[in-house]
C-alpha cells in the first residue's frame, strides 16, 4: 500500500513569505505527527494530531507555525513570515493507533526540505 | 540530561560482518518504547525495530536485533551479515509512556560499510 507522502519534496522561498506543507498519511492512520530536522540532527517533534485536533502543539517552536487536520486525514503545516532559521527537512509520520506498543509505530514520509533564502 | 545518546558519530564495518550500534536513555517512566530507525542519503525515515519496555525478550526483524539491556537503560542495535546497502544514518529514538507519543530522537550514527 501506499506510505505518507509529502509535497513539495523542496520548497524555497524568501524570507517573510508564507509557507504550507501538505501531507497524507497512510490509508487509515489515525495519529499524524510533524516533525523538523535540521543538518546533522535527530528529528524534533513539533506536532500531532488524533483525528482532526492537535493533542500536543508542544513542539511548534513559536506562533509563526500552525497546523491543521480538518478531515482528520490530510494535513498541512503552514509558516508564516518565514525566517532562515526555519530551513530543515520536515517530516510527517503517521501510525495506526496510539494505544501503545508496536500498533503506534510512526512511519515517516521523504520529507520536505524548505530553504529560506 | 538528553534523554537519547548515541555516542558513535561514526562507524565503519566491513560487509558480511556484524555491527553494533549504541543506544542509551534517560526515562523515569515505567513504559516506553524504543524504536530505531534507518535514514538513507535519500532522505526517508525507514522504521527497522521496536522494542517495548515490559517485553521480555530482545527484539528480531532479519538482520536487526536490539540487545535490550533495561538496568543500563541501553538498546543497542545489531546488524549481522553488513550489506553494502545498510550504509546510512540510524537513530535511536523513545516514546515516553502516559499520555505521550512524541518520539524523541539521538543525534544518530553514521554507519558505513565497507566492501
Known amino acids: 500500500g501506499a506510505g505518507v507522502s509529502q509535497t513539495p519534496s523542496n520548497k524555497v522561498t524568501e524570507k517573510g513569505k508564507y509557507v504550507e506543507l501538505r501531507c497524507d498519511p497512510i490509508s487509515g492512520h489515525t495519529a499524524l505527527y510533524w516533525y523538523r530536522q535540521s543538518l546533522g540532527q535527530g528529528p524534533e517533534f513539533l506536532i500531532y494530531f488524533q483525528g482532526t485536533g492537535a493533542a500536543d502543539d508542544s513542539g511548534l517552536p513559536n506562533d509563526r507555525f500552525f497546523a491543521v487536520r480538518p478531515e482528520g486525514s490530510v494535513s498541512t503545516l503552514k509558516i508564516q513570515r518565514t525566517e532562515r532559521g526555519d530551513s530543515a527537512v520536515y517530516l510527517c509520520a503517521s501510525s495506526l493507533s496510539l494505544a501503545g506498543g508496536p500498533g503506534d509505530t510512526q512511519y515517516f514520509g521523504p520529507g520536505t526540505r524548505l530553504t529560506v533564502l | 540530561a538528553q534523554k537519547i545518546t548515541q555516542t558513535q558519530p561514526g562507524m565503519f564495518v566491513q560487509e558480511k560482518e556484524a555491527v553494533t550500534l549504541d543506544c542509551t536513555y534517560d526515562?523515569?517512566?515505567?513504559?516506553?518504547?524504543l524504536f530505531w530507525y534507518k535514514q538513507p542519503s535519500s532522505g526517508e525515515m525507514i522504521f527497522l525495530i521496536y522494542?517495548?519496555?515490559?517485553?521480555?525478550q530482545n527484539a528480531t526483524e532479519g538482520r536487526y536485533s536490539l540487545n535490550f539491556q533495561k538496568a543500563r537503560k541501553s538498546a543497542n542495535l545489531v546488524i549481522s551479515a553488513s550489506q553494502l546497502g545498510d550504509s546510512a544514518m540510524y537513530f535511536c529514538?523513545?516514546?515516553?509512556?502516559?499520555?505521550?507519543?512524541?518520539?524523541?530522537f539521538g543525534k544518530g550514527t553514521l554507519l558505513t560499510v565497507n566492501p
Open positions: 522494542q517495548g519496555s515490559y517485553d521480555q
Open positions: 529514538a523513545m516514546r515516553e509512556g502516559g499520555s505521550n507519543y512524541k518520539l524523541t
Open positions: 526515562t523515569s517512566d515505567p513504559s516506553y518504547g
